[in-house]
């Protein structure tokens, strides 16, 4: 009787902002402050304080706390907000149609490996689908997703884990069947809350941010020459590859 060894990776699930492509200081931030000025507004997010901003994951909710925190009522921040939000994504979705946005390096080999290995390869992001969606197309091709769930397909943002759950469902998978790569403290433990196994790949927003309960963490996905281990096995430094995944995948989370 031949017993079919079931390889531990089945798929590896990433985030996008910030894991897939640097969309947030000179995408998502840009957006936002083309949105305040269109409105007549003064606020302008610089890179620093856009960085704090980032503790709220999804957009609309951030524009509304900061709304509120300059003195507009809870009612009247929700509202401008969700007019603000739908604005802003206008303007990010023609952003990303002109090419600005690029995928951060190593992310595209990463996934051409993973198809050729047969790993479902699948995203779970709180961004909106209306940017989302042609934002992998541009720079991966939708068709190299599996399953794509963003932040309109679920009620609860990260660190909730509502949207990798989902995405375990699309995929008709358990937590320990996949991998998920992530760029920041919300997203980690949105991940690791599912039950996944999780690599952090930080970036400028997130260096210094918690990444407990990552198996691993990382400057960059691949480099020329190798990338930064912030943590875990030093093996890693030759870069996120599928085999490198496949070990993790064994790790005891
Ligand atoms: C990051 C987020 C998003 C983006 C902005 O999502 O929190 O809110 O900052 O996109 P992730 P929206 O890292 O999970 O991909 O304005 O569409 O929310
Ligand atoms: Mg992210």
Redesign the pocket.
Known sequence: MSIERVDPLQAVIF?????LAD??RDG?RVA?NAAFEAAGLSYRWSVEEYGAL?A???????IERYLQSHGHSPTEAAELAATL?AD??RR?VALVRTGAMQERPGTAELINALRAERVAVAV?????S???LPLLDILFGIDAFDVVVT?SDVTD??PDPA?YLETLVRLDLTAVEAVAV???A??VQ?AVSAGLRCVAVVNGYTRDQDMSGAVAVLDDLARPGGVSVLRGDPQLADGLTVAALRRLARVVA
Request: hydrophobic share 25%; glycine share 16%.
């Open positions: 985030d996008v902002d910030g894991t969309t947030e998502h936002f980032l709220t994951t999804g957009g609309r909710r951030r939000h802003k994504t990010f779970a992001t709180t961004g909106t209306d940017w989302v932040g943002l990260k949207v992530e760029d920041s919300n997203g949105a």
